[in-house]
């Protein structure tokens, strides 16, 4: 009976850690979105001389202020094609969950400093 007590316990400690382990929204922008965007959100990632199109500006709320947080959303989790923009913006889908998602359109609209229609 002392071993499955123990064991509960460890068990209930590790799914602890792992809810206090989730990424933020900032850690996510970090890891999937700087490599174009840049690490300021301007759109100046490493990655912006080899491409065509160049990433849209994160911190330009004029810009972000035209795109309504369903189109983020949907930008985010089916790539720039979902939405006519650029096929270098890869789907997300597979990589983010649709909360990890809606967390990453709202640490957007901090960087922008701005709504949808502002």
């Known amino acids: ?3 499955k007590f123990l064991f509960i316990i460890l068990l209930a400690i590790s799914i602890q850690s792992q809810a206090q382990a989730k990424e933020t929204a900032a850690d996510n922008y970090k890891a999937y ?13 490493v990655n912006i001389r ?3 199109v ?3 500006d994160h911190t330009d709320a ?7 947080d369903e189109t983020l959303f949907k930008v985010i989790k089916e790539g ?5 923009k650029s096929v270098l913006m890869p789907p997300w889908a597979g990589t983010l969950s649709d909360e ?5 359109v709202q640490h957007l609209r901090m960087m ?3 709504k949808f229609g502002t």
């Open 1 to 3: 009976m002392p071993n």
């Open 112 to 114: 922008c400093k701005c």
């Open 62 to 68: 004029k810009s972000m202020s035209g795109r309504s």
């Open 80 to 84: 720039g094609s979902s939405i006519s």
């Open 33 to 45: 979105c700087v490599q174009c965007h840049g690490m300021e959100g301007n759109g100046k990632g």
């Open 100 to 104: 990890e998602i809606k967390d990453l």
């Open 54 to 56: 160049q990433p849209r």
């Open 50 to 52: 080899d491409m065509s």
